[in-house]
């Protein structure tokens, strides 16, 4: 065991010979743990520590000369005496339990200018990069300062090592979570990565595998089904605006909440919802055809003078307190277990259920078509996602107002039936194996066909069948002869006939003979026709 050193022995310690020459000696103090004091040949005096840094390598810590003050004589200033040697090597192991290498903090503490430590760095970096477009950037910068910052901000950039970083996250993941911890890591890897292009001699020290959750593990599943989806309309009818059309508008459209919530007037026009890119995830103008059901809930909202949002209480700033509304809408629906967020998965799936493609519903979310479609493929799909918007309102419409007798569409979401007549509609098997869908009830096919120009039809043909659509075509083509004053006899009705033939074997890849449409049309005619009742 190492002896406890005095002001005595330390005046009086010499260094050790070898071979006949002085060599560098350290004398341990067993007064401090780790205190050392170096004797050199030339009789110079320093205080050292002697210490392990957190990854297990020894380091050594200088504290500065050795100074021998007589008995009665003044301590000169800056005097690194035995006590105050004892006091400074304390202060360093204290330094090493909190997880703090003594030796980077005073090397970082001897920096002539701060432009190269981590705080001034991430600052600049996320500075830069906010005046870019980085719409996070405030939201990771604040998250370094109130976790990062306190620990290695005053370092220099090379002096943060991967085991400060993941002693860091250590922390960070017992106190704030996994998720928190991901954040950070997030946000010192983007400054590490933005110092390295800018200094060709500082190295990157994190490596994969530094995070500490799986996104795909936690990665939400939640829906409405229709009994949840039913009371969540039903609660949400019933509370006051605009918290109430606000949830319903977020069902019948799909949208972020952010996006629903900050929406203005005149982002509406003419039925059509145009998101600017400033507020748009994804940086580009999305743009979303409202059903009728969605423009009735906006022009339900009560405009406020001087106001230019939709969703707003005072009209000064849009409605943002989304976790009272979530508590509310909980409380008087009695759904639990889910978030607005898991509307816009809700909707996509009733979108399927509607018999919507996969393209057509992932642009009514807002979401871009992938890899090098998206760079090709620039039409903007407003027709086709006009029928889509309208199918999920019928759907939903459906759902909330159930009726006891339904006809699934394809035999995946429910539409009500009309009431049986005695002489009912051709059969599958009466119309034949090219018609083998279940599609809209007739009633309605019919009015969704009407609502749509031509240029729509073929878009609205999977939901309404190849027989409704050709008896609109139809239909216009007699209103068309009648307005050019042209006689509507048979020959004409063949040459529609043979026309609406044409286009639903275009639209549906098969051939449809035109005498199996006029026999549709003539069975179809003699359903819609009630039995003329003689008296006896």
């Known amino acids: 065991m190492a002896k406890v050193l005095t002001d005595l022995g330390v005046k009086n310690a010499k260094p050790k010979h070898h071979q006949g020459k002085a060599v560098i000696t350290e004398i341990s103090d067993g007064g401090c743990r780790g205190l050392r004091l170096v004797l050199h040949p030339t009789g110079h005096r320093s205080w050292i520590v002697r210490y392990r840094r957190p990854d297990g390598r020894t380091a050594k810590l200088t504290l500065g000369p050795a100074i021998i003050v007589r008995k009665g004589d003044p301590v000169p200033e800056h005097a690194l005496t035995l006590a105050l040697a004892r006091k400074h090597a304390t202060d360093a192991l204290h330094q090493l339990a909190l997880g703090i290498d003594p030796g980077i903090e005073k090397a970082a503490s001897k920096q002539p200018t701060t432009h190269t430590t981590f ?27 109130r976790l990062v910052f306190p620990v290695f901000g005053r370092r220099p950039m090379a002096a943060v090592r991967r085991g400060d970083v993941v002693r860091l996250l250590d922390s960070i993941e017992d106190e704030h979570g996994a998720v928190m911890a991901d954040a950070v890591l997030a946000g010192v890897r983007k400054v590490m990565n933005w110092w390295s292009i800018r200094d060709e001699n500082y190295a990157v020290p994190l490596v994969r595998g530094m995070r500490r ?50 929406m203005r007037r005149d982002e509406v026009r003419n039925g059509i919802w145009i998101l600017p890119t400033s507020r748009s995830k994804t940086k580009q103008e999305v743009v979303r055809p409202l059903s009728r ?71 009514c979310l807002g979401h871009a078509l992938p890899s090098i479609r998206g760079v090709y493929d620039q039409h903007d799909y407003v027709p086709q996602m006009k029928v889509a918007f309208e199918a ?27 009431k049986p007549k005695k002489i009912g509609l051709p059969t599958r098997e009466q119309r034949g194996s090219y018609d083998t869908g279940n599609y809209f009830p007739e009633d309605f096919a019919r009015k969704l066909v009407r609502q749509h120009p031509d240029e729509n039809l073929p878009f609205v043909l999977p939901f309404c069948g190849p027989r409704v659509v050709a008896e609109e ?15 509507y006899d048979r020959h004409e009705r063949e040459h529609a006939i043979a026309q609406a033939a044409r286009m639903v074997s275009e639209v549906r890849g098969r051939h449809l003979n035109p005498e199996t449409l ?5 069975r179809s005619k003699r359903a819609r026709t009630p039995k003329r009742r003689f008296k006896s």
């Open 518 to 522: 006029r026999n549709w049309l003539n």
């Open 392 to 418: 999920l309102a019928a759907l939903i419409e459906t759902i909330v107002a159930p009726n006891p007798t339904v006809l699934p569409v394809r035999g995946q979401c429910a539409m009500p039936r009309p």
């Open 119 to 145: 705080e001034r760095v991430a600052t600049d970096c996320f500075t830069r990069e906010a005046n870019r477009g980085l719409r996070s950037a405030q939201r990771q910068l604040h998250d370094l300062e």
């Open 293 to 363: 059901a969605a423009q009735e809930v906006l022009e339900r909202m009560p405009k406020i003078a001087g106001s230019a949002f939709v969703f707003t209480l005072g009209g000064g700033v849009p409605i943002n307190s989304f976790h009272l509304l979530k508590e509310i809408i909980d409380e008087r629906s009695g759904v639990s277990g889910w978030r607005l967020h898991d509307c816009r998965r809700t909707v996509r799936t009733l979108l399927s259920r509607a018999n919507v493609s996969a393209d057509i519903a992932g642009r």
């Open 213 to 262: 959750s799986n996104p795909k593990e936690r990665a939400r599943s939640r829906i409405l089904d229709d009994d949840e989806l039913r009371a969540v309309w039903k609660a949400a009818s019933e509370m006051e605006a605009p918290y109430g059309p606000f949830i319903q508008f977020l069902l019948l459209v799909g949208s972020r909440r952010r996006e629903a919530a900050g």
């Open 473 to 487: 075509l139809i239909r216009r083509y007699r209103l068309k002869c009648r307005q050019e004053h042209i006689k």
